[in-house]
């Protein structure tokens, strides 16, 4: 099921001016309604791009297309309450994408969740139950359903956020790191993909992870003045990176790890 409330009426439309780096093209947010969606669809919106944000939040997805509506005048920024856990929604849902703005040049997929415990032994299978929907069947259903409209365009991006502790797991998080290095394999046979369908002129899509130790925002920071977040990204730089993997070429990202804190 999906609420097409938040959509304008500018269907395929960008009526910001054509000096963003992003300007024309068409992004899809998964995640759009945390704190990392909200400042990725201001940013892309402020680049230029059409921003076609998802979240299963319809509230918390609707104060993030104000905001970055706001902070953009004239923006094209939408937004649909996708299930992202049904494979058949989510094709629908990139399907409507391409049918309303006639292609699709990215998918930032945020869609989070942290499930941990004190120890290795403390594990709780039922976090691993959560959070392999969450953090693996969202990336799945994705990646399947944005493959082939990313491939059709001659910039797309698929961009997946990990976090370090996929590579360097400990042993109070075992359910989340091995679901981070599951998403992340997934995404790079993805990347694997678009290697083979470019040939040998190179991919013409790429699929890359951006890796962060843990996210921060203002929010974050006031509700916990004297923390030093210490090798955190904030939103708005993490924001930041994702604008800049389409100035670079495909072949250039495709398949990567793009390390936004230090390597463990």
Known sequence: MS?????????????????????GAVIAVAGAGGPAGRATLVRLAEAGAVVVGADNNPERLAEAVDAARYARGGATVTGETVDLLDLQSTRDWAARIEKD????????????????????????????????KLLIRTVQHTSLAFYEGL???????YLLISAAGASKPTAGNAAYSASKAAAEAWTLAMADGFRKAGGEEGPRAAAAILVVKALVHDAMRAERPNAKFAGFTDVKDLAEAI??????????????????????
């Open 151 to 157: 491939q059709r365009s001659e910039r797309g991006r």
């Open 101 to 132: 703005h006639g292609r699709i040049d990215g998918l930032v997929h945020l869609v989070g969740g942290w499930r941990g415990s004190a120890s290795f032994a403390e594990t709780d299978l039922a976090d691993w139950e959560l959070l392999e």
């Open 243 to 264: 604008e800049g993997v389409w100035s670079k070429p495909a072949a250039e990202v495709n398949g990567n790890r793009l390390w936004l804190t230090e390597k463990p």
């Open 3 to 23: 609420d097409r409330s938040q959509d304008t009426t500018q269907k395929g439309k960008n009526v910001v001016g054509n000096n963003g780096s992003l300007s």
